[in-house]
């Protein structure tokens, strides 16, 4: 139902654009559709092809002050040529030679990094040296300063995430220099954030505040294993333990709230059992995965794909997704959930669609 | 600090691109700035300008199912054409010709509605009729069905706030069709909502449950103003009351929490007395300004723009400002600064900056 | 199930004794009853007794510094000569003869006033004088100084109820002495808290802090009065407004958060429709009921009493209760029952008990 | 100032007591005190003295349906022969003998125990059998049903701590018998909850919702033991870590929220190297220790007490107390300090009384 076309509309068209004016009724099928109708659509990087890139750019490109990190971006084929693996999130691989330093800085934006594979890096948060190893989860909250330094002979890659297009897109971000080089070389096999807060249930008096984000700087391998082989083991044993059958699952938590480690992104690791399958998902918000282990598929938007190590896909707004596992398969996921849920926004259809 | 260009380099570029991955490197001054640098810019819309541009579009453009609502947005220049008046907020005049409907819908966006002159409509929310009155602002928070009619003879304008932007470009709206009339078009003083719930302090026990927005549907101008006038009469007095000398406001609140009045959009109503100033400020996130009476100005980015009733202006993220008035000034505002502040990226800047 | 008595086990006992210990097992059938088993009893006073007896203190006992008020605590008969109402609260009838002042003082104990009858007399709050009329629902929030004087040639009586019993057995209280006379004579129509937050849904930016207990004074009775008669008038009319059919009522809050207007007490107000009842009911935690008018009555731990304009009675845990309506019956409630929802002990029984 | 005796003001007094009325103006000195006045006084119990005679009711007193648990309370001398440590806390010394049980039950008092010395027991809570050995703090929160039996050849002792005073004074208590014998005689080493939760900062997707009380069965000490080894070993690193120089501690938490274990109850447990001591400090509301392990002292309402392993005392509210270790002093507290935070009745003051 749109006015009939006619020279008085045409002149009306025209002052509103000269005033910076648009009309809703031309624009409200788009700007208003019936469910999320996203324009980043879902992807799969395979990293036999992510990790190559990245150690020919460690040839090719210095890590240092000005560029910062030697970190490539996934960018969403759907959103135009920007640097965005969803609207909200940035995801990328980054990669540090061997006794190389990325520099100190701070920003707005909310970081993680996850290791899918490798060892030697350590990043210095606040001061803080924290050890990057093979299935950490690390955190890096929003106007902390950290850099990263490789102690070892070999190249380390890992992956960020970070809520660079959601603090772009709202003009949110505040950045800052730090030091050149990082601040402490010490290469501890704990972070003192971890020595402080990393015994279960228990809270330093030194730490009665409630933090924004997570004061444990390094999510550990060896516990997210234990957590999620626990779960398994209880569903064995016939106990109420994982978040459906076959699916065992953890979510990142702050220990001063019990809730999100960041105040933008969540992030999980799933494990599944070899065969079992999660049912079709749409969320609103979006996801990424890693693959971390073992080898099974995603069914994305309706199309099927294969997935192994080291493997990332995105999840936009209300696409539908599921999973299932050829072997035992572990998944790293974040996602803007936070986002989501603290404005309202958050809706989810389990199952078919229907009619 | 860039890599030199070569063979090689261009080379990886190539691949990257292939890939669909954008480095960081070449891209992080754009997208981590110093401090917020929005694409937004300040701008003032005129309502000398605006109320006859509803008019010729009374006059041309039917209202009803499809177009759904005679609204013009206002488009920000620095947007690129987009109808947003800020990355996250809507803001539009809307006219109702005289026994006009604008069919019922309701959608995930959430909506309000700010009244500078005139009335004769009523807006039904969720089947309980809303009179809309000078002075009143009036909420259709999110997933309630709603439509208007005019009672009267006359033409009605009025303005509406919406977080569309956000929805549209973190793809979490859903939108459904309503009845193609109103639901009721009873035209009682005040809705149920109000009878129920604007009683000061006072809380029904059918209504114990807290809600993600404000029961009430209308704030009636009568209330507005005498909670402005008593701050400055108590001011006058010699008692804490204002928000700084000269300067009366007030938030409109969620009275199940006391916060805002929905999870996205706050709203406030700004009295200056004669000759008041208020100190530049930044803030982050956008905010929009729309004179309801009196005679001053804004100085906005640095540049200053006289001000008279029903002129808008929207401040983007960071960008400095401070009203100053001639006469008795005052100013209806809303803003995004929930979702800045749920997600934990509000910052604030008052006074001179910083050499 | 007790051990045989035998000279060992008088001994053991009476070494028990000798160390300050008591065992368990002779003690658990009466400190962990199957429910909750009070002492303290149902009790009705009748306001055509409180009120001669208030004038006779008026008359024979001064009020000053050291006694500090001339009010009279109802001692619940089960509770041993305490002043007790319940063991969390007091409740007493005050009375200020003409032209007297009661001295100003804080104390950590929350307290409030209601006013079944007569005016005259202003309380003083932390400097800010607060009218007292019939009707109005009045708070002394622990640690606030506050005095009372009476402008008036009549004396006036009312009803204060605070947490002393609860305060006094856990040991949590303070109290400072503050002037002896009250610090502002004046007589304002209006507190100045009133007048900052008295407007419904709105929020002065002077205080978007939260408070512990409500900014507000006074609830006046035209606006509560004004909330029961619309739910009644939207139950006529076919909506949901009323607590239960012929029952309206709502709940004092605190605006800053919709909660309770003090950490420790709950106060409503309820009316009912002539000819109405409510369903029996049980819950944890004591309540005191004082008529405001109307006539009707109450059936309380099985027994029926008539109640009249003034009368006052107690409801102790889990006592059962329902109110009937002969005429129009208008009932100002107050209980502890924040206390049980915040230490999550609060639990209800609606209906005949299960046998 | 009271009134002057008369037979006018006898006669008065005669008819308060015949209405069950009292006045305040003679209660007033001793209902609102200056600063709390607790009738609970400072007690130290010793563990050379409890066991033994904890040993003696193994011998004269059966455990079993009726009697419960073969539980000694101890009975605060300033409380009038009331089996309660505090006014609102309950302290015991429970014993089993080789292959007893303890029957099943649940009830509204949120209870713990803690383990001075010992092992062989599991007690099962909801059906999860739950290991108890040195240095565990274990968590049986209201109305979840448990029992206890032993597992060995050798007696086992420990304490409970429970709010049976408050729940007892404020009528708020429900409880219900459950199995005669344990319903799960499994002998694990660890509990469901804990293989599910206690994963330092991971939180199963199959438990999302925050719960009342902490789902976790036990904090066992070697978690205890290490964060309190990190936080002075981070102090010799020079970091801040320990709640004060020389004094390392920490609460047990809720992990689904950060708070206290339970709604009434707080737990904590404080190391002092040899040598340091705490400042004196007074706070509201009642806390017990116990010594694990060391040796040192605590000075309490102004006397000394040397202190050994398992030795027990109480401080009521608002008396002073201070720490001393002689040599490294372990000590586990518990207290009410969630009620007075919750009814915001908290109040504290550290070092010397000002005059």
């Known amino acids: ?35 999320p109708r996203p324009k980043a659509v879902p992807h799969v990087w395979k990293w036999s092809h992510l990790l190559p890139l990245a150690e020919r750019s460690g040839a090719l490109v210095p890590v240092g002050r000005g560029g910062e990190r030697r970190a490539i971006g996934l960018a969403n084929p759907g959103l135009g040529g920007r640097p965005y693996v969803s609207p909200t999130l940035w995801a ?45 989860f690390l955190l890096t909250p929003g106007w902390n300063f950290h850099g990263h330094h490789n102690t070892s002979d070999k190249p380390m890659a890992w992956i960020d995430g970070l809520d660079i297009p959601f603090s772009y897109q709202n003009d949110v971000g505040f950045f800052e220099f730090g030091s050149d080089r990082v601040t402490d070389y010490a290469t501890p096999a704990l972070s003192r954030g971890e020595r402080l807060w990393c015994h279960p249930g228990l809270r330093p008096l030194s730490g009665l505040e ?13 516990h997210t294993d234990r957590a999620l082989a626990s779960q398994l083991a209880l569903e064995d044993e016939g106990f109420p333990a994982t978040a459906a059958p076959g699916h065992a699952a953890i979510r990142y938590v702050n220990p001063t709230t019990g809730g999100d480690v960041m105040p ?35 069914v994305l938007g309706g199309t099927e794909h294969r997935l192994e190590k080291g493997d990332m896909f995105v999840v936009p707004s209300w ?18 959930a936070p986002i989501m849920e603290r404005l309202h926004f958050a809706r989810s259809h389990i199952g078919a669609d229907t009619p």
Not at 16 to 34: G, K, N, R, S, Y
Not at 276 to 285: D, K, L
Request: no cysteine; proline share 8%; net charge negative.
């Open 92 to 136: 990328a691989i980054q990669y540090l030679g061997p006794r190389e330093t990325a520099p100190e800085h701070r920003h707005s934006q909310n970081a993680f990094r996850f290791v899918v594979e490798g060892e030697g890096v350590w990043t210095v948060v606040n001061g803080d040296p924290v050890r990057m190893s093979r299935g950490d």
């Open 319 to 336: 696409v539908p997704w599921s999973l299932w596992a050829e072997q035992a398969f572990d998944l790293f996921r974040f996602s803007d």
């Open 264 to 298: 933008t992104i969540r992030a999980e690791f799933h494990r599944l059992r070899p065969g079992s399958a999660t049912p079709q998902r749409r969320e609103v918000g979006s996801s990424v995965f890693q693959v971390f282990e073992g080898r099974g598929g995603v």
């Open 1 to 35: 139902m749109q006015p009939e076309d006619s020279p008085a509309l045409r002149a009306l068209y025209a002052s509103f654009e000269a005033e910076h004016l648009i009309p809703l009724w031309t624009q409200i099928d788009d700007l208003m559709p019936v469910h």
């Open 210 to 222: 409630n933090t924004v984000s997570s004061p444990i700087g390094a999510y550990r391998w060896e």
